[in-house]
């Protein structure tokens, strides 16, 4: 009997080892890459917060303002182990730079929850352990990142001119002048017991809500005058705050257009299996603002703000029915304590979406030119406001030179006038020489004529 138990628990163990550790392999494929854009951990106030917050003083923000927290980094440590165990079957357990890169914003917290991350997915093994103590648990692994100015993929807006006009576009828009209209009661309540002046009423709002959130999280005790609007009354305005960013197809282009069509080449590289196509997981380490963005770029977005560690994850597999195509699906884990939710993009037939169909739905939204399309306005601007400038630049001058050079003309043609008509015969006289007649004349000058000579 004991021999039969045995038998059954190796069978179990031996199907278990079989068993992927992806959930979705089983039904939508085997793994051949994956893009995944996750938000940075817990953090501290980013900045000196309201007038009449009790708690702006830095003193109170050990870690400095915007910093990430213990607790930030202990919940993308626990991140990064999720993501080992869920790609252990697909991603290496040792380090290479051949499999996995990391694109994180310049932001510290960003980067630093970047390094948390990586720690709980590739803790060292084998010859990477690098020394007795810190060497058995962590390996330093490489964060790529670029200037705010530089970065156009997970950075928009400061370095996006056009998108910030027509951001502002949206802000003056009938739409949300109704939505402040409607919410005036609140952002005057705000005003009163903040001293913010409000005068951008929807963002004011987030980032009041936001400082209260990490408040609360830190155990501080708010004011007794945030009792009647956090946190529903601001969540509220909050929400509107992460749709507005992307509340229209060029927003979305101008917000999220690059890192789509870097997840739609990357993927592409895979299916071709190039030369650059040893790559398994790209990953981005960035905001919630950016988050929300490329889930409301997809029309997958609840409305719902992305909390610390929220991750989208983006599958290329081998279809199941037919191991030459390829299907996305795509993942949006907003919670430590549920799994992620299998997304169906809009277009796509269904969650496993084919992958010539997933470009054909994301196209609308690549951008060919960044720098194009971010100053088009601006560059043609530019060339009217130059060329206008230069036509009246020429029209000044040719008439400043008509100017000057009109009396310079007038007198020129005065003195040959002079000469010419206003000279007085001084005599004559008749002679005949070889038999021709010929007449002898000599002119003379007057005097004013012979002065004007004289001074030229």
């Known amino acids: 009997m004991w021999k039969l138990a045995l038998s059954l628990l190796l069978f179990l163990s ?5 068993l992927s550790s992806d959930p979705l392999a089983d039904e939508y494929g085997e793994l051949v890459f994956v893009s995944l854009l996750y938000r940075h951990g817990d953090r501290a106030i980013t900045g000196e917060s309201y007038p009449t917050d009790p708690y702006k003083n830095e003193t109170y923000w050990s870690v400095g303002y915007g910093q990430l927290t213990n607790e930030g980094k202990k919940r993308h440590f626990e991140l990064g182990k999720w993501l080992r165990n869920r790609y252990q079957d697909f991603l290496p357990a040792i380090y290479s730079p051949d499999d996995i890169y990391i694109h994180s914003t310049s932001v510290d917290r ?19 352990t690098w020394n007795a ?14 200037s705010p100015l530089e970065d156009n993929v997970l950075t928009y807006g400061d370095n996006c001119p056009r998108y910030r006009r027509e951001f502002l576009k949206v802000l003056n828009s009938t739409e949300v002048r109704k939505f402040n209209k409607k919410h005036e009661e609140l952002y005057s309540y705000i005003k009163k017991h903040t001293g913010m002046k409000m005068k951008n009423q929807i963002y004011d709002v987030q980032f009041l809500y936001d400082v209260l959130l990490v408040e609360t999280q830190y155990n501080y005790t708010l004011p007794n005058w945030t009792n009647s609007v956090y946190p529903e009354k601001l969540m509220e305005v909050s929400r509107k705050s992460f749709e507005l960013q992307t509340h229209n197809s060029l927003l979305k282009k101008l917000c999220v257009g690059m890192l789509i069509k870097e997840i739609v080449i990357n993927m592409n590289i895979k299916r071709n299996s190039t030369i650059k196509s040893s790559k398994k997981l790209w990953m981005y380490s960035a905001h919630d603002s950016n988050v929300a963005a490329l889930l409301n770029a997809l029309n997958v977005y609840n409305n719902e703000l992305p909390p610390y560690a929220a991750t989208v994850l983006f599958e290329l597999r081998k279809n199941q029915t037919n191991s030459s195509s390829y299907v996305v699906t795509v993942s949006y884990k907003n919670s430590s304590t549920h799994d992620p939710y299998l997304l169906h993009i809009p ?24 720098h194009e399309e971010c100053h088009k306005e601006i560059t043609s601007n530019k060339r009217l406001w130059f060329y206008g400038v230069t036509i009246v630049f020429l029209l000044f001058v040719f008439i400043i030179f008509f100017v000057v050079n009109r009396k310079a003309f007038l007198c020129y043609c005065g003195r040959d006038y002079q000469k010419l008509y206003h000279a007085v015969p001084r005599d004559e006289t008749d002679y005949e020489q070889d038999g021709k007649s010929r007449v002898a004349v000599s002119y003379r000058m007057n005097s004013e004529s012979a002065a004007t000579t004289s001074d030229v």
């Not at 990586?118 to 060292?124: D, E, F, I, M, V």
């Open 14 to 18: 031996h199907r278990h080892i079989c």
């Open 110 to 128: 960003a980067i630093m929850s970047a390094g948390s991350n990586l720690a709980g997915l590739y803790p060292p093994v084998g010859n990477q």
């Open 133 to 146: 103590d810190l060497g058995k648990l962590w390996q330093p692994i490489p964060i790529h990142s670029l």
């Open 347 to 370: 277009g796509c037939d269904s969650v496993a979406c084919e992958l010539d169909q997933f470009i054909d739905v994301v196209k609308p939204n690549f951008i060919d030119n960044w």
